[in-house]
């Protein structure tokens, strides 16, 4: 079982910045791919950044060179740095870590960009 915990969102001017974190506990270890999602209203959950599990970093084409993903494997603690927010960065961020197959999800926090 993993439990992941996210915070750190909040309402930001487009143009500024906002860093996501993501607490994990349980069994999930440093090699184990994390990831973040996001879902807009009326749209499909999509992967915005992923770390680990081999494949590197990822980013969305949408955020890359404005997102960071970063990861503290002691503290187990996954980041996402946002800077240069747009309107359309607006949705609910979601955590998720993946171990022996299963994907597992935190509550969401949410990220509101103003225009």
């Known amino acids: 079982q993993v439990q992941l915990v996210e915070s750190g969102g909040g309402l930001v001017q487009a143009g500024g910045s906002l860093r996501l974190s993501c607490a994990a506990s349980?069994?999930?270890?440093?090699?184990?791919?994390m990831a973040w999602y996001r879902q807009a209203p009326g749209k499909q959950r999509e992967l915005v950044a992923r770390?680990?599990?081999?494949?590197?970093?990822i980013y969305a084409d949408s955020v890359l060179g404005r997102f960071t993903i970063s990861r503290d494997n002691a503290k187990n603690m996954v980041y996402l740095q946002m800077n240069s927010l747009k309107p359309e960065d607006t949705a609910v961020y979601y955590c998720?870590?993946?171990?022996?197959?299963?994907?597992?999800w935190g509550p969401g926090t949410q990220v509101t960009v103003s225009s």
């Open positions: 770390i680990g599990g081999g494949t590197g970093t």
């Open positions: 998720n870590a993946r171990t022996r197959g299963v994907d597992y």
């Open positions: 349980g069994s999930i270890f440093s090699f184990n791919p």
